[in-house]
Nanobody, 114 residues
Framework: QGQLVESGGGLVQAGGSLRLSCTAS??????????AEWHRQAPGKPREMVAL???????NYADSVKGRFTISIDNAKNTAYLQMNSLKPEDTAVYYC??????WGQGTRVTVSS
């Protein structure tokens, strides 16, 4: 069974940027064949999907992040990315990636200070 490992989170000031990575391993399945999603869960709130990219490369975003976040996949590295710009305090959450056929990873924490 494969696994997903998220990284790239941290503490950043409002207006700053971070790039999250999600690397799939232990499975020969290439994530670009299924696409990938990024979800986040803020304290006391349900998990929500913020971005997804399909096998065709088309992407969709939650209204709250549209124009600020960009999802992509590097086929050679079997890694999905979430580029986050113009971060706001309300973006503070644990971010998880999801790929069909893989269990959920541990997530990576993003904290945006005002």
């Amino acid at each position: 069974q494969g696994q997903l490992v998220e990284s790239g989170g941290g503490l950043v000031q409002a207006g700053g940027s971070l790039r999250l990575s999600c690397t799939a391993s232990g499975n020969t399945f290439n994530i670009d064949r299924a696409g990938a999603e990024w979800h986040r869960q803020a304290p006391g709130k349900p998990r929500e999907m913020v971005a997804l990219i399909g096998s065709s490369g088309s992407a969709n975003y939650a209204d709250s992040v549209k124009g600020r976040f960009t999802i992509s996949i590097d086929n050679a590295k079997n890694t999905a990315y979430l580029q986050m710009n113009s971060l706001k305090p309300e973006d503070t959450a644990v971010y998880y990636c999801h790929v069909l056929g893989f269990p959920w990873g541990q997530g990576t924490r993003v904290t945006v200070s005002s």
